[in-house]
């Protein structure tokens, strides 16, 4: 099966913990975007990456740390800097030749919570 | 920075009725623009885009979007619902190719309840 996986389904953080959250495409995908999503609040970019070992702030990267060393993965890292990551964490792609005008398509999501 | 705004936070109608969620975008450039919907349990999934061209999209399974430019708009509608589109539905848009974070702004959402 083509996709995006992400791992685990639920997270649980204690305070001062960092905690890292997966993201594997086998969608041969140059991009890929790290999405936080609140209630009521909608979809907020953290991170994303065009390019293996090249990646940009969104506009909520603060507390947040990631990677790109493979094409296939982008993983976040949610560091204890981050006041408030309780949140549902949604991992996308896309094909990445015409930047803007494709279709991001959407893993299964990963529920944070803080203990 | 462009930001969009989704007008109704929850909308209750009827099976066959008619339906239409606002989105106004604000953002001086080329935009594209994006609805995408989230059914219970599902991944979030892409309905309709538009990059350029004829302003009146088509999507999957009966969705349809228009957009204006003179209104910042880019209303989604649906002739006759189904208790089957209950879900959640997100606007999105990002800048013109070549300009500006390639992420998308999503509006906060819309929570669609179809009762039967």
């Known amino acids: 099966d083509g996709g995006i996986t992400q791992s685990p389904k639920y997270l649980f953080r204690k305070e001062g913990q960092n905690v890292t959250l997966s993201c594997e495409q086998n969608l041969n995908h140059d991009a890929m975007y790290w999405y936080r999503q609140d209630p009521g609040q909608g979809l907020r970019l953290i991170y994303y990456?065009?390019?293996?070992?090249?990646?940009q702030k969104g506009d909520i990267a603060e507390g947040y740390s990631v990677s790109r060393e493979k094409k296939e993965s982008f993983p976040l890292t949610v560091t204890s800097a981050q006041k408030n990551p309780t949140a549902f964490y949604l991992c996308?792609?896309?094909?990445?030749?015409?930047?803007?005008?494709?279709?991001?398509?959407f893993g299964p999501g990963t529920r944070l919570l803080v203990l | 920075a462009q930001s969009v705004s989704q007008h109704n936070h929850h909308v209750i109608l009827s099976e066959a009725a008619s339906l239409e969620l606002g989105c106004n975008y604000s953002y001086g450039g080329t935009v594209n623009l994006f609805w995408y919907v989230q059914y219970p349990g599902q991944h979030l999934q892409l309905l309709l885009k538009y990059f350029s061209g004829d302003p009146l999209v088509k999507g999957i399974k009966g969705f349809e979007a228009e957009f204006i430019k003179s209104k910042f708009s880019f209303n989604l509608r649906k002739p006759s619902v189904q208790w089957s589109d209950t879900a959640e539905y997100f606007c999105a848009v990002n800048a013109g190719s070549g300009g500006g974070a390639d992420g998308l702004t999503f509006g906060k959402g819309t929570h669609l309840i179809i009762q039967p």
């Open positions: 990456s065009q390019i293996v070992n090249d990646f």
């Open positions: 996308a792609s896309s094909i990445g030749l015409r930047r803007g005008q494709e279709t991001q398509y």
